[in-house]
């Protein structure tokens, strides 16, 4: 098979699929982009080929010869753009959840999985294991009658084939288990009869955890002995990544792990393999991948969140473009957090993602002037694709480089990549046309001396106080002034709110040599970011001593110096020098305000934290829908 380049598009789940697992128009578009982008090699996503091993609603089948047609005609799309393509094979297992599936779950042995709600599956007999390996074969002999170029098998991240390899989940005492050669038995069983039922035309890739970071679980060492007997059997391409759903955070990483974290991994596997092998593991900079290859860590490498972010990465990498690439920042927010939502996955930095139809720049019949106040996240795209669509776009921003609260994140602990798109943004809305003016503190008189027919307010949002006994006469201090500026003569602070804000808050005072108390009323920290992120900012922060962490805890009252902090059964004073309070964020809405007395006929759209405090997420998209409809 031949492939263009050495990119290959990674089988994200996507949910655009039906709820019988058809492939929808949205997919389709979705995967036609990243072919017309250039990626050399795609996957479709884990594909089940058993309803009863299907473990997302709008997971993507092919379980049936029904499915073939609507799959053929996105094979289709994807080589005539001159993309290859084939599915992911698969079956879940253990981590089936029944309320999902519709059906009891099955798995190498009775070990539950905490996420399928306290269910617990049910081990195999070898009749069933014999049914599930017809299962693939038929998968793949209708992914070749759709036209597809390959076959992958899914054997990574905690289902069927790699429950089977792990000594974690096969407790079975039969030739399914036991020593090593029992647990790869079934696996190799599976490849052996989707070989049989395809020939020698198309090649086989097989997906693997390198380590799923688990004790007694499947190791690189495993892997290393394993990786032979699946080329001997018909395996030509092994595509390594990591974790299981107990790792979660190994299989799809966040901005608090480094680039290229899997290389070592892949290189490892590579010494004992004669064919191909690819990598995965937040490549999203052309210059990592680059690098993974030029040093002997793969062959390929196995780009995800990248292609999700920017379907033109390749192109644009290839013709040395490659400070126009929309770089993921690895936020998960649109993507995996979405996904474990059971919805449909989006991007934070491409609203065009999953969207390619809806949001084709449409050319706008009746250009306007319009003004944008706010250089954040939300004013940046508004700007951006209304410059597109040929409106005359001014976007002010107070300060002299664009960001709003996005820029702070820059001097967050592990959260500094989340700033990194704001350059792509800014540069794109310029090149888009729009004119950015920095330094402008705007006022409704400087928006109506450009006599805009519509006004885009997004001034986003700015900490408030809470209303706690005492605090006017407190020491209380604006987190972001925390961020921004060093301190001195500072012992002990009081941090109000657990939330990233808060944890980042904490993180800083304690480099600056503060001691901190931490108090979060809930009984959780940063639940308002993505459980893998927060699994690293909560493991930081409670390893730093200098941190006292109150949680299910309040602040009653606020002296010059002293609070007195209630649990809910004990009440108790603390001496502080400093008060940050973190949760609260309120609209900065004094622009809008005037525009609205100044001129009541003026067509004004309030955006992003300025018309409520919100995710980026959110606050990106809804300046698409609203850019795009104007």
């Given at each position: 098979m031949d492939v263009r380049n050495r990119i290959i598009g990674s089988p994200m789940e996507r949910n655009y699929c039906t709820a019988e697992g058809r492939v929808t128009q949205r997919y389709v578009d979705y995967m036609e982009a990243r072919a017309r982008g250039g990626v050399g090699l795609l996957y479709t996503e884990a594909t089940y080929v058993d309803p009863r091993g299907k473990g997302r609603t709008l997971q993507m089948g092919l379980h049936d010869d029904d499915l073939v047609p609507d799959f053929a005609r996105m094979v289709r799309v994807v080589h005539r753009h001159g993309g290859v393509i084939g599915p992911e094979l698969n079956y879940g297992g253990r981590v089936v959840q029944p309320w999902i599936s519709g059906l009891e779950s099955r798995a190498p042995s009775v070990v539950p999985y905490a996420g399928a709600g306290g269910y617990a599956p049910r081990a195999l007999d070898r009749g069933e294991i014999a049914e599930i390996v017809a299962r693939f074969a038929d998968a793949a002999r209708r992914a070749a009658e759709a036209g597809c170029d390959f076959i992958g098998i899914h054997s990574a991240h905690g289902y069927l084939l790699s429950q089977f390899l792990s000594p974690w989940c096969n407790k079975r005492e039969d030739e399914y288990g036991g020593d090593l050669a029992g647990r790869m038995r079934f696996p190799l069983e599976v490849v052996a009869a989707v070989r049989k039922m395809v020939g020698g035309a198309l090649p086989i890739l097989y997906r693997i955890s390198g380590d799923e970071h688990q004790d007694n679980g499947l190791s690189l060492e495993d892997v290393c002995a394993i990786a032979p007997h699946l080329v001997a059997?018909?395996?030509?391409?092994?595509?390594?990544?990591?974790?299981?759903?107990?790792?979660?955070?190994?299989?799809?990483?966040?901005?608090?792990?480094?680039?290229?974290?899997?290389?070592?991994?892949?290189?490892?596997?590579?010494?004992?393999?004669?064919?191909?092998?690819?990598?995965?593991?937040?490549?999203?900079?052309?210059?990592?991948?680059?690098?993974?290859?030029?040093?002997?860590?793969?062959?390929?490498?196995?780009?995800?969140?990248?292609?999700?972010?920017?379907?033109?990465?390749?192109?644009?990498?290839?013709?040395?473009?490659?400070?126009?690439?929309?770089?993921?920042?690895?936020?998960?927010?649109?993507?995996?957090?979405?996904?474990?939502?059971?919805?449909?996955?989006?991007?934070?930095?491409?609203?065009?993602?999953?969207?390619?139809?809806?949001?084709?720049?449409?050319?706008?019949?009746?250009?306007?002037?319009?003004?944008?106040?706010?250089?954040?996240?939300?004013?940046?795209?508004?700007?951006?694709?209304?410059?597109?669509?040929?409106?005359?776009?001014?976007?002010?921003?107070?300060?002299?480089?664009?960001?709003?609260?996005?820029?702070?994140?820059?001097?967050?602990?592990?959260?500094?990549?989340?700033?990194?798109?704001?350059?792509?943004?800014?540069?794109?809305?310029?090149?888009?046309?729009?004119?950015?003016?920095?330094?402008?503190?705007?006022?409704?008189?400087?928006?109506?001396?450009?006599?805009?027919?519509v006004v885009i307010v997004a001034t986003g949002s700015a900490p408030g106080v809470p209303a706690i006994p005492g605090i006017l006469d407190s020491p209380v201090v604006d987190p972001y002034q925390i961020l921004r500026r060093p301190l001195g003569g500072i012992g002990r602070a009081l941090v109000i709110g657990g939330d990233i804000r808060g944890v980042a808050v904490a993180r800083v005072l304690v480099g600056k040599g503060v001691d901190v108390v931490l108090v979060e009323p809930t009984r959780e920290l940063v639940t308002d970011i993505g459980m893998r992120s927060r699994r690293f900012q909560v493991g930081a922060l409670e390893s730093l001593p200098q941190i006292t962490i109150h949680l299910g805890t309040t602040v009653e009252t606020l002296g010059r110096r002293s609070a007195v902090l209630w649990n809910g059964s004990d009440r108790w004073q603390v001496d502080i020098d400093l008060v940050v309070p973190t949760r609260m964020l309120l609209p900065v809405t004094a622009v809008a305000d005037e525009l609205y007395q100044r001129d009541p006929s003026l067509e004004v759209h309030v955006l992003g934290d300025c018309a409520q405090p919100r995710t980026a997420l959110e606050a990106i998209h809804d300046a698409a829908a609203l850019a795009h409809r104007l």
């Open positions: 059997t018909g395996v030509d391409l092994i595509d390594v990544s990591a974790g299981m759903y107990e790792t979660n955070w190994w299989i799809t990483q966040p901005m608090e792990m480094p680039q290229g974290v899997l290389a070592p991994l892949a290189r490892e596997v590579r010494r004992h393999v004669n064919v191909p092998v690819s990598v995965s593991g937040r490549v999203t900079d052309p210059s990592v991948a680059e690098h993974l290859i030029e040093s002997g860590a793969s062959d390929f490498v196995t780009l995800g969140r990248a292609l999700h972010a920017d379907p033109e990465f390749p192109a644009k990498a290839r013709g040395g473009r490659t400070a126009e690439i929309c770089t993921c920042i690895a936020c998960n927010q649109g993507c995996s957090d979405m996904h474990t939502r059971g919805l449909p996955i989006v991007c934070l930095v491409n609203t065009s993602t999953g969207r390619e139809r809806e949001y084709a720049i449409r050319p706008t019949p009746a250009p306007k002037r319009i003004v944008v106040v706010g250089g954040g996240p939300a004013g940046l795209e508004a700007a951006r694709i209304l410059a597109l669509r040929g409106h005359s776009v001014t976007l002010f921003e107070r300060d002299e480089e664009a960001g709003g609260q996005m820029l702070l994140s820059r001097l967050a602990p592990g959260r500094e990549e989340f700033s990194g798109h704001l350059p792509w943004l800014a540069g794109a809305a310029a090149r888009a046309g729009a004119t950015l003016e920095f330094g402008v503190e705007a006022s409704a008189h400087t928006v109506l001396a450009r006599h805009p027919d």
